[in-house]
């Protein structure tokens, strides 16, 4: 989790601008609905190379035999409706009615992107986050199935590799995203990392694709 000393600004607001403007300098919001807003940049970073994504034995074969489909930017409002559902069951801050507007606006200007994972035609878990340069900020997942967000993560990591990314931003430390293959780092590490990669060309489009059958992993 965050600690205070992590939170670096109050207040503001959600413009794109001011968003997209944040994200390139390692800051993110995270604040509950009712609170200002929040803007925090964590020390450590949780961090990813797209290329050395980890997948374990048992992700492998669920990999490989398939079953689902995946699509990119397909139903974005959907897996951020997903994603905000489960998590106001959960204690403490989250994504907000304002949160949720500023996302899709993002995603109707082609910097916020969605993963969406699909079993006989019902959305079963995904996840969405922010594209900047040839770094990804992971924002959310969610999972109706056993390791159907893993699954999409994975899958996110081999198209994002493909694509030249460099840097997954997982912003916060936990067991989870450990066992993806991510690791904390210090802040100062994270920034230098940002600042060489964010200043490649940011691709502002949907990335309209599909994915069916085992990836032979």
């Known amino acids: 989790m965050v600690s205070q000393n992590d939170l670096v600004a109050i207040g503001g607001d959600l413009s794109a601008e001011r968003l997209l403007s944040a994200y390139s300098h390692g800051i993110f919001p995270w604040y509950s609905e009712g609170e200002p807003i929040l803007w925090w940049s964590p020390d450590p970073r949780m961090v990813l ?12 074969r669920m990999l490989n035999r398939g079953g689902f489909q995946v699509t990119f930017d397909r139903e974005f409002e959907q897996v951020i409706k997903a994603c905000r559902s489960l998590r106001a069951e959960e204690p403490g801050t989250w994504i907000t009615r304002e949160m949720r507007d500023a996302y899709i606006e993002l995603f109707r200007l082609g910097f916020a992107h969605s993963v969406e994972v699909w079993r006989d035609e019902e959305l079963v878990g995904g996840l969405y986050g922010v594209s900047l340069g ?3 900020f992971g924002e959310s997942m969610f999972h109706l199935a056993p390791n159907v967000s893993k699954y999409a993560f994975i899958t ?35 920034l230098k990392m940002l600042d060489d990669y964010i200043g490649f060309k940011t691709q502002a489009r949907r990335w309209d694709i599909s994915i069916e059958g085992s990836l032979d992993w």
């Open 156 to 190: 996110a990591c081999r198209k994002l590799a493909e694509w030249g990314f460099l840097l997954v931003d997982c912003q916060v430390p936990s067991d989870y995203l450990k066992s993806l293959g991510a690791q904390a780092i210090p802040a100062r590490k994270y």
């Open 49 to 60: 190379n797209p290329s050395e994504v980890h997948v374990s034995r048992k992700m492998r």
């Open 134 to 136: 040839k770094c990804f």
